[in-house]
């Protein structure tokens, strides 16, 4: 079933406008997710609003937004007022702006969305606008209210439909020479820079997410499988990961591991069984027919 629409409103282009809607294009449904219970009843654990004076329950029309000024002082702000500073990109995605893709540092990007014709109207200005993307191989930059904050948005064609990126302001973004300066500058010679990218060359591969593997989810799904059975769960060893002390060796050993992964996988899938697996197999078909 189609997640439900995040914001509703109108996308414009100059004069050119549609009504659209947009959808989440990722989730978070599919992972497991825990509750917190007491552990002496079993029973989920329930949080309540509490005046952090007096510890008594407040109730939700009775709470209001507070900016804090200092450690007992804060500006008090209602709902109202934070509705009369609403901009008109609460309701439309006007395109400011249009740049290269490849000029968007990537550290900017926050999450993506769906964005499509609302309704049975707009179908052809929908269209005017997407292809004009499309050929000029730009991204449409434009601004959304979402959670009651204005966001820049990113639009770029995707399908038949445009993909909106969220796009973090320039204060939400870390400056990275206050962690970079302290790296050493360090002189890679030919050999381990030649070995290094045989390695790379050895790994390299096309983006295929399909072929990704969430091994924290598999494990969790596995240990509340093996709970609800009522076996006993073994304690499993963290590994350690080991100081580099020869990089030269280190690499030239990543190398002949690499290798040894590669040639396995290249094993034609014909060759001929072993005798001893031909014989286990046949043992087992002996079993299943006498099961029978």
Not at 273 to 278: A, I, S, T, V
Request: proline share 4%.
């Amino acid at each position: 079933m189609a997640a439900r629409a995040n914001w509703k409103g109108f996308l414009r282009l100059s004069l050119v406008t549609c009504p659209v809607a947009l959808y989440p294009a990722t989730t978070d449904s599919e992972k497991i997710h825990f509750n917190q219970l007491n552990k002496k009843t079993g029973h989920r654990i329930k949080y309540l609003k509490v005046d952090a004076d007096t510890g008594k329950e407040v109730s939700s029309d009775e709470v209001i937004k507070g900016y804090k000024v200092d450690t007992d002082t804060y500006v008090e702000v209602s709902n109202n007022e934070l509705e009369n500073i609403a901009l008109e990109s609460t309701r439309t995605i006007d395109i400011d702006e249009f740049v290269p893709k490849s000029e968007i540092d990537p550290r900017y990007l926050i999450r993506p969305y769906y964005l499509v014709p609302d309704g049975k109207v707009g179908h052809d200005a929908f269209a005017v606008i997407r292809e004009t993307i499309r050929n000029m191989d730009m991204v449409g930059i434009g601004r959304v209210v979402l959670t009651s904050r204005e966001h820049i948005i990113g639009l770029e064609p995707l399908g038949k439909g445009l993909m909106g990126t969220l796009i973090r302001y320039p204060y939400e973004v870390r400056d990275e020479n206050e962690y970079f300066d302290g790296i050493k500058d360090v002189k890679v010679t030919k050999d381990m820079l030649d070995l290094a990218k045989h390695i790379v060359n050895q790994k390299k591969a096309h983006f295929e997410p399909e072929k990704f593997e969430d091994h924290y989810e598999e494990a969790l799904s596995e240990l509340i499988k093996a709970k609800r059975q009522g076996k006993a769960i073994a304690h499993k060893p963290r590994p350690r990961g080991e100081n580099v002390v020869d990089l030269m060796d280190a690499l030239k050993k990543s190398l002949e591991s690499s290798e040894g992964t590669r040639a396995r996988k290249q094993r034609p899938a014909d060759r001929k069984r072993r005798p001893h697996k031909r014989a286990a197999k046949a043992a087992r078909s002996t079993a299943r027919r006498k099961a029978g």
